[in-house]
């Protein structure tokens, strides 16, 4: 069965300091993969995809993920946060119907 | 990626009524989906709504609960029947993007039910 896995439901991190966000998927064909950020009150954006080709995908807003099949993860980085950057992050599997993980909730402090 | 608006942004209605939710897309699209957000929780689909054909719904919603229609390319209206607390949520619309994958989301609107 499809489902994604965001094992962190809350993450709190300090302004300026990295960040990864996890991300582990089942399907069961090769996956599309993507990264959305919902900020309090808005819809989902999306930041970064993943298709085919290299497994290291860059996004908007300083983002990027790689994409590890032989550990089913699609893990979301960015090597200096920002406060804004403060939102729930889902990570969503699939191609015609999406299957979104839990979320995570990230808090930056200053 | 496409503009995607929604209407009404926010309510709050009483329990037994309905609310139609619009979704206004700026760009001709085939595929359009309606998603719930229940407070603190992921997305569920609620339906798929291609134009010029009847919704498909995903197991959990009905059709008599959440009618949808879709008269053309750039519009879908998601409607919430007889509506109770347990409706209150996020209710989103999103459309699948020109590389027939990614989907775009609109900003959603927010239902309390009381």
């Known amino acids: 069965a499809q489902s994604v896995t965001q094992p962190d439901i809350h993450i709190t991190v300090s302004e300026g300091a990295s960040l990864e966000l996890r991300c582990n998927y089942s399907?069961?064909?090769?996956?599309?993969l993507f990264w959305y950020v919902q900020s309090p009150g808005q819809g989902l954006q999306l930041l970064l995809k993943?298709?085919?080709?290299?497994?290291l995908v860059q996004g908007i807003k300083g983002f990027e993920a790689e994409f590890k099949r032989s550990q089913s993860s699609f893990n979301l980085r960015k090597p200096s946060v920002h406060w804004s950057d403060a939102a729930e992050y889902f990570c969503?599997?699939?191609?015609?119907?999406?299957?979104f993980g839990t979320g995570t909730s990230l808090t930056v402090i200053p | 990626s496409a503009v995607i608006s929604q209407k009404p942004s926010r309510d709050i209605c009483q329990r037994g009524t309905s609310l139609t939710i619009q979704c206004q897309v700026d760009?001709?699209?085939?595929?359009m989906f309606w998603y719930r957000q229940q407070p603190g929780q992921s997305l569920t689909l609620i339906a798929t709504?291609?134009?010029?054909?009847?919704?498909?719904?995903e197991s959990g919603f009905v059709i008599d609960k959440f009618p949808i229609s879709r008269p053309n390319l750039t519009f879908s209206t998601l409607t919430v029947s007889n509506m109770s607390p347990e409706d209150s949520s996020i209710y989103l619309c999103?459309?699948?993007?020109?590389?027939?994958?990614?989907?775009?989301f609109g900003p959603g609107t927010r239902l309390t039910v009381t």
């Open positions: 999103s459309v699948m993007g020109p590389a027939g994958v990614e989907q775009y």
């Open positions: 399907y069961g064909a090769t996956p599309y």
């Open positions: 993943y298709f085919s080709g290299d497994t």
């Open positions: 969503a599997v699939g191609d015609n119907q999406f299957y």
């Open positions: 760009s001709q699209v085939t595929m």
């Open positions: 709504a291609n134009q010029g054909s009847e919704a498909t719904y």
